[in-house]
């Protein structure tokens, strides 16, 4: 009954439709700042067995990830490197990453040498950088 009124008095129907462009924009606006704020879990691209630990500590997303796998194999950003390269390949992350930390994630039956080799490596460009190990929390 209200609805043959309202068509009746000469109201348009225009002004009975609801507006969505305003909803939609926000919508659109909101998707896009989450998107771009996002930040993203890196992985080694390689299987890594780690070794078992009872420390709890965390380190940021936004980490410098080095993977070295059971054949002694290094990599960064799921490409593998050569023990050469290394120094050069760190400087460039580290340029893209200023504050990000390094964190080493190795193998149980890598050689511990290798280890040591991209320490050291990490040392020479930058004696001041923490350097962390990753392993996984026994409990």
Do not use: C, H, W
């Not at 340029?95 to 190795?106: C, F, S």
């Amino acid at each position: 009954m209200a609805r043959k009124k309202r068509m009746a008095s000469g109201g348009g129907a225009a002004e009975d439709d609801v507006n969505l462009t305003p909803m939609l924009d926000v919508v659109f606006i909101l998707l896009i700042f989450f998107i771009v704020t996002a930040q993203f879990i890196k992985e080694p691209g390689v299987p890594i067995v780690r070794p078992d630990v009872d420390n709890k500590a965390a380190v940021k997303p936004l980490a410098i990830l080095i993977a070295i796998d059971k054949n002694s194999d290094i990599y960064i950003d799921k490409q593998r490197i050569n023990p050469n390269e290394l120094g050069f390949v760190l400087k460039e992350m580290r340029l893209d990453n200023p504050r990000g930390e390094v964190v080493i994630q190795t193998d149980v039956d890598a050689e511990a040498q290798v280890m040591v080799d991209v320490m050291e490596a990490i040392n020479k460009i930058d004696g001041d950088t923490v350097i962390n190990i990753s392993a996984k929390t026994s409990g």
